[in-house]
């Protein structure tokens, strides 16, 4: 789990960020009617279905497994153990397994977290890449905070990633997205890239957010991005994980992109909206909620607290298999909602997407196991150990159902 997230959405809480309203808009052509629509404008539309991918699982040592004072391989850090266990990202087995599942359901992309040159993630890329150019599966790249000044690496870290992973592979499987007027180029979706300059704790302390760069700042790297690569790409788009429309414009970037679960579906069309007002493309990801760890052994004082089950319209008693069941069954109707509200709104006439040929949903996530919205199949309730029951995970009968109900939904428009 990054934890910067859950603090992110807390800042921007505490500094009275808020989404400029805008009138809903009807979204009421039918969903066969969408599909065929997309398909006419997309001919390559899988890759505009693309997983939020992360590489950074370590096993000697344990890394991100053993956060929040977990004990792998037993005790891991996430509310569901995987099906594969506690594994390696750079397992070339491992990746293997993960891109016969993306493929198979008809996925053309992931979105790989990626935390700086060097880092882990970053040492994972090329096995990654080769594993998923050998299953027909693209890939880009989402621009973590890895420092606080990340805002002024954000043009030397796109033009790293271009030559690296893009120029020096012969562009094998860097995904290059196609708009439907035909222009081609990479798309970079980043986290924390519009947070407010200061902040209150839950004790009414102000405090500065050590990463806030003004709106100046990003503009300049987002139009020194454009100039290094204007004449590399018809198009480039970058995205910033924002709800602050008008900052978004003014740092330059070409749209959003939402990450977080707790942005529910009924609010899409007025977010949209208040991007077509600012001629901002945008998108929601496909979800299936949001059930994160707890943390162990919080200090006393701590403005930390539990962040509820999403979607929380009721409480779970997590080791009752009926509860499970109803956890699971409220995951799926998110699936359903996300996937039908997001298609709804990126195709709805008037609104901006539309007007600029552009077409992305995100799926949240296939592996970000901490916050447990993965796709990833995780164990079948039956097939945990004692040991794993006595640690209280949250698995359904059918582990896999989240990765089987978005193959269903993708069938039915022939993905």
Avoid at 21 to 48: C, Y
Avoid at 148 to 173: F, M, P, T, V
Avoid at 217 to 228: A, K, M, S
Avoid at 338 to 359: D, E, M, R
């Amino acid at each position: 789990m990054n934890p910067s997230r859950r603090e992110f959405l807390e800042t921007l809480a505490a500094a009275g960020v808020g989404v400029c309203a805008a009138p809903a808009l009807a979204v009421a052509v039918p969903q066969a009617g969408r599909a065929r629509q997309l398909h006419n404008r997309f001919p390559d539309l899988r890759r505009h279905f693309v997983f939020e991918y992360y590489p950074w699982y370590e096993t000697a040592p344990y890394q991100h497994w053993d956060q929040s004072k977990r004990h792998p391989p037993i005790d891991v850090a996430s509310n569901y153990m995987p099906r594969l266990g506690a594994y390696r990202s750079a397992d070339p087995r491992v990746i293997e397994q993960h891109a016969r599942w993306i493929a198979d359901i008809g996925v053309g992309a992931i979105n790989v977290s990626w935390w700086g040159p060097g880092d882990l993630t970053d040492r994972t890329i090329p096995v990654l890449m080769d594993v998923m150019a050998a299953h027909d599966i693209h890939v880009a790249f989402h621009l973590e905070p890895y420092t606080d000044n990340h805002s002024a690496n954000y043009a030397r870290d796109i033009q790293y990633l271009l030559k690296e992973y893009g120029d020096r592979r012969s562009w094998d499987c860097f995904l290059l997205l196609q708009h439907a007027d035909g222009k081609v180029g990479p798309v970079f979706k980043s986290f924390r890239t519009i947070v407010p300059e200061t902040g209150t704790d839950c004790h009414g302390v102000r405090y500065t957010v050590g990463d806030y760069a003004a709106d100046a700042v990003w503009r300049l790297q987002t139009d020194r991005v454009r100039e290094t690569f204007r004449g590399d790409f018809d198009r480039i788009t970058l995205l910033a994980d924002s709800l602050n429309f008008d900052r978004t414009r003014a740092s330059g970037f070409d749209g959003i992109a939402i990450y977080d679960n707790f942005v529910a579906p009924d609010s899409w069309s007025d977010h949209a909206s208040a991007c077509t007002s600012r001629d901002l493309v945008f998108s929601f990801n496909i979800n299936p909620g949001f059930d994160v760890i707890l943390e162990r052994d919080v200090e006393p004082g701590s403005c930390y607290s539990p962040t509820p089950f999403e979607p929380g319209a009721v409480s779970y008693n997590w080791s009752q298999a009926t509860d499970r069941e109803r956890a699971a069954r409220a995951s799926m109707v998110r699936i359903s909602d996300a996937f039908q509200t997001t298609i709804a709104v990126q195709t709805t006439a008037g609104l901006a997407n539309v007007k600029h040929g552009f077409f992305l949903t995100y799926i949240n996530s296939f592996n970000e196991w901490h916050e447990g919205h993965q796709f990833e199949p995780m164990k079948d309730a039956a097939t945990l150990s004692p040991d794993e029951r006595a640690v209280g995970y949250h698995n359904p009968a059918d582990g896999g159902y989240r990765l089987k109900h978005l193959a269903d939904l993708f069938a039915d428009i022939d993905l």
